[in-house]
C-alpha cells in the first residue's frame, strides 16, 4: 500500500538512517535484505538466534515509511525497554497494555483516531488486539492508508506446536482479515519448520508464495559455552560448585594482565542470571549467596513492582551488590544487556527452546559467555511431573512440550556430541556449526563422561523413588 510510492529513495537510505538514527555502523548479515522485502511489501517470516537484532528488521522500517507499525510482543518488558531505547533516539514509540496510565492511553487513542497517527512504533500486547476500542481505532488509521505493518515478535507463540502457545496469539488472524493488504512481519529465536508452517497458517500468510518471504539465519551462537553439570539429590553440591567457579573467575579478573583490560571495572562484576523454578528457591539461593559475599538478588513474579523495577535498574547499570540476578523463568527476555557473562540453570528447565532462548541472554556483546545447566534425574523426573500434571489444561499443548523437554533431557543425558550441534540439529539446521572448544564435549570428552558417571543417580534408584510419588511436586514460578 503505502510502500510502492517512494522504494527508490528508501532504500539508496537505509545506511544512512541505520548510522544516523540507530548509531549503528553496518548492517548484520541479511538485515537489510529483510528490511527490503519489508519495505517492499512482502509478508516477512524471520527466524534468527537470540541477540541477532531482529528488533531493527521492524523498527528501520517503521522510520523510513510513512504511516505507523504495530508490533505485537506478549513480553512487557520488552515493550518497555524499547520504546524507552527509541524515544532516546529521537523516534516516536508509544506502549499500549493492561499497565498503561489513563492519561496516556487517552493519548494514544487520540493520536490513532486522527487517521494520520504522530506515534510511528506502538508496541500492544496480543490481548489488546482483541479489544473492539483498538481494533475500531486502528480501522480509522487503515481507511486512511497509514496502517504500515504489522509486526509480531515472539511469533512461535501463535502455534500450538510451540513452546510457549498464547491463545491470544490465536486471534491476530484478525490482521489480515480486516486488513488483508498490510505486510505482516513475524520474528522468533526458536521455532523449527512444523512451528513456522504453523504460525503462517494461522496468520492466514500461507496462501500466497510470492508475497511471503521467508529468512531463516542459523540458531547457532558461537561465543556461548555449553556445559552440563551433573548432580543428585543425595550429593547436592551445587552451591559449593558454583562458588568455586565464580571465585575463580574473580581470582582470574585479578590477576594480571586481566586486571589492567577491566580498566577500573569491578573485580566481583561478573553479571550473570541463575535461573531457578520456584519462588521459594529464588529467595534462598540469593540470600546464600548473599551471605558468601556474592551479589546476588531474587526476581520473580511476587516481588513488589518497585523492587523488580530497582533490582533489574541496578543491575543494568552493574551497580554492587546487584551483579547476578536469581530468578525464575523468562526473566531477561527483552532485557538488552550486552554484557551478560554467564546464565545458570540451577534445575533443568521445561523445554529445549525455553533452555536455549533464557541462554541467549549471555553474551550479547559477541564475547565468551558460560551457560551451564546443573542436570539431575530427579529434577527431570519433577518437571516430568509438573508438565504430565497440566497436560488436560486448555491449551496445554502436551504432546509438544513432552517432546521438547525429552529432547532437553536427551541433550542433557548425552555425552558423545557437539552441544552446538545438537541445539543445531534440533532446530532442524543440517550444517554442522564451528565449535571452537566452546562446549563441554569438545573441551575435554572423557572428563565429560567420567563426570556423567559419577555424577547422576541411577536410574534404578530414581525408578523406585519416582513409583513412590516422591518426584510430584508443585513449584510456583
Ligand atoms: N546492525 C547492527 N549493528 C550493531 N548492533 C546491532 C545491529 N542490529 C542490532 N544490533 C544490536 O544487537 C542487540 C540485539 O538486538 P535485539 O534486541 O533486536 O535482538 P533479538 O534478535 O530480538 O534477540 P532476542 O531474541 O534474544 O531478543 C541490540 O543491542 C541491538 O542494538
Not at 532516546?88 to 489513563?102: F, Q, V, W
Not at 581470582?251 to 573485580?267: S, V, W
Request: with cysteine.
Amino acid at each position: 500500500m503505502t510502500l510502492a510510492r517512494s522504494n527508490a529513495f528508501i532504500y539508496s537510505d537505509l545506511d544512512w538512517t541505520l548510522r544516523q538514527q540507530f548509531g549503528k555502523a553496518a548492517f548484520r548479515p541479511q538485515q537489510k535484505e529483510i528490511i527490503q522485502a519489508a519495505l517492499g511489501g512482502k509478508d516477512v517470516f524471520v527466524q534468527a538466534s537470540t541477540s541477532y537484532g531482529k528488533s531493527l528488521c521492524y523498527q528501520l522500517p517503521a522510520v523510513v515509511d510513512q504511516g505507523i507499525t504495530i508490533v505485537v510482543s506478549p513480553l512487557l518488558s520488552l515493550m518497555m525497554n524499547q520504546v524507552e531505547a527509541l524515544r532516546t533516539a529521537g523516534i516516536n514509540a508509544s506502549s499500549l497494555n493492561s499497565t498503561t496510565p489513563l492519561g496516556e492511553k487517552d493519548r494514544i487513542y487520540k493520536d490513532l483516531q486522527t487517521g494520520h497517527p504522530r506515534i510511528r512504533l506502538l508496541y500492544v500486547t496480543p490481548e489488546l488486539c482483541a479489544q473492539p476500542r483498538f481494533r475500531d481505532r486502528l480501522t480509522v488509521v487503515y481507511e486512511q492508508r497509514e496502517l504500515a505493518r504489522i509486526a509480531i515478535d515472539e511469533a512461535h507463540c501463535i502455534s500450538e506446536w510451540g513452546h510457549d502457545f498464547r491463545k491470544d496469539f490465536k486471534r491476530l488472524s484478525w490482521f489480515r482479515e480486516s486488513f488483508p493488504d498490510v505486510p505482516i512481519m513475524c520474528l522468533t529465536a526458536t521455532a523449527n519448520a512444523q512451528v513456522r508452517r504453523d504460525v503462517l497458517a494461522s496468520l492466514g500468510l500461507d496462501g500466497d508464495s510470492d508475497r511471503m518471504k521467508i529468512f531463516t539465519m542459523t540458531a547457532h551462537r558461537p561465543n556461548l559455552h555449553f556445559e552440563i553439570r551433573f548432580t543428585q539429590d543425595e550429593d547436592d553440591r551445587r552451591l559449593d560448585h558454583f562458588l568455586k567457579w565464580i571465585r575463580g573467575v574473580f581470582e582470574r579478573r585479578a590477576a594480571q594482565p586481566r586486571k589492567a583490560e577491566l580498566n577500573g571495572e569491578r573485580i566481583d562484576n561478573v553479571p550473570g542470571i541463575i535461573y531457578t523454578i520456584s519462588r521459594d528457591e529464588c529467595e534462598s539461593l540469593a540470600s546464600q549467596l548473599r551471605s558468601e559475599g556474592v551479589g546476588a538478588q531474587p526476581f520473580h513474579a511476587k516481588l513488589p513492582k518497585e523492587i523488580k523495577e530497582q533490582t533489574l535498574a541496578k543491575w543494568v547499570s552493574n551497580q554492587p551488590g546487584y551483579d547476578i540476578i536469581v530468578a525464575t523463568t523468562a526473566f531477561g527476555m527483552g532485557i538488552d544487556k550486552l554484557n551478560v557473562r554467564f546464565v545458570c540453570h540451577w534445575r533443568l528447565p521445561k523445554s529445549f527452546e525455553g533452555y536455549y532462548q533464557e541462554a541467549g541472554r549471555a553474551g550479547r556483546d559477541g564475547n565468551a559467555a558460560s551457560c551451564f545447566l546443573y542436570y539431575s534425574r530427579e529434577d527431570r523426573d519433577r518437571v516430568s511431573s509438573m508438565v504430565m500434571r497440566d497436560r488436560n489444561l486448555p491449551g496445554s499443548n502436551f504432546e509438544a512440550r513432552a517432546k521438547s523437554l525429552q529432547a532437553l533431557v536427551e541433550y542433557c543425558e548425552s555425552t558423545n556430541a557437539c552441544r552446538h550441534r545438537m541445539i543445531t540439529r534440533y532446530f532442524g539446521e543440517r550444517d554442522t556449526p564451528v565449535c571452537d572448544y566452546a562446549c563441554d564435549w569438545h573441551k575435554d570428552a572423557a572428563d565429560l563422561q567420567k563426570r556423567f558417571l559419577r555424577g547422576l543417580a541411577s536410574e534404578e534408584f530414581v525408578s523406585t523413588q519416582r513409583d513412590e510419588g516422591l518426584y510430584e511436586v508443585y513449584w510456583e514460578d
